[in-house]
């Protein structure tokens, strides 16, 4: 596994997690990466992204409460997610598309995925 996630957990409405995906092999921090989250029963959806000309793009369900940001210097990606909502719980990925010169919305243009890390927003 070369995208390592962490941070993941359980949380009421309201509150915040920070999520981790660490670069082992320092190869891809400098591609297009993004998250990327699934809920049983439902496809996979776009969360945030980072473009390689340091761009970043949010999906509208979450503009506003999350923000993407990353550390080259550590080759972490990280997702800060506050004011969580039960419609927020998923599973989140770390992924990073390694095949295109251009960045894109579509889940499916990444080629290199983290293991996932749960999270879970209660009422």
């Known amino acids: 596994v070369v995208l390592l996630e962490s941070g993941g957990g359980s949380v009421q409405v309201g509150g915040s997690l920070r999520l981790s995906c660490r670069d082992a092999?320092?190869?891809?921090?400098?591609?297009?990466m993004g998250w990327v989250r699934q809920a049983p029963g439902k496809e996979r959806e776009k969360v945030a992204r980072?473009?390689?000309?340091?761009?970043?793009r949010y999906a509208d369900y979450v503009k506003g409460r999350f923000t993407i940001s990353k550390d080259s210097a550590k080759s972490t990606l990280y997702l800060q997610m506050n004011s969580l909502k039960p419609e927020d719980s998923a599973m989140y990925y770390c992924?990073?598309?390694?095949?295109?010169?251009?960045?894109?919305?579509?889940?499916?243009?990444?080629?290199?995925w983290g293991q996932g890390t749960q999270v879970t927003v209660s009422s």
């Open positions: 092999g320092y190869r891809y921090v400098s591609s297009c």
């Open positions: 992924a990073a598309d390694t095949a295109h010169l251009t960045c894109s919305d579509y889940v499916d243009r990444y080629n290199i």
């Open positions: 980072t473009n390689t000309d340091g761009t970043i």
